[in-house]
């Protein structure tokens, strides 16, 4: 059974930072790509960074480019989202997605895992 388990949210302030961590259980990283998505009160989701099966190939939405970092562990089976430099529209739940294959996609269909999310709130 394909699980998805986020951890790592909290209240930060404005400039702080928080890493995200996405534990898999019931299948290997390898061949899977992830994405970190997130949702804020009254918005779509959207897609923030993802990280390929292939060589570890990455992309970020411009507004988190240069202050978020994705990363995986294949051997711990968690994918990680480090977040710095965190805005007040950074808050959101976030959710990690699996999808089997290379292709990093923004389209949360195409994703057949989902975890249950993990609630980011930044406030001063």
């Known amino acids: 059974q394909v699980r998805l388990v986020e951890s790592g949210g909290g209240l930060v302030q404005p400039g702080g930072s928080l890493r995200l961590s996405c534990a898999a259980s019931?299948?290997?990283?390898?061949?899977?790509?992830f994405t970190w998505f997130r949702q804020a009160p009254g918005k779509e989701r959207e897609g923030v960074s993802c990280?390929?099966?292939?060589?570890?190939?990455?992309d970020y939405v411009n507004s988190v480019q240069g202050r978020f970092t994705i990363s995986r562990d294949n051997a711990k089976n968690t994918v990680y989202l480090r977040m710095n430099n965190l805005k007040p529209e950074d808050t959101a739940v976030y959710y990690c997605a699996a999808t089997w294959g290379p292709a990093c996609s923004w389209w949360a269909p195409s994703y057949g895992s989902w975890g249950q999310g993990t609630q980011v709130n930044v406030s001063s």
């Open positions: 019931g299948f290997t990283l390898d061949d899977y790509t």
């Open positions: 990280i390929s099966s292939r060589d570890g190939w990455t």
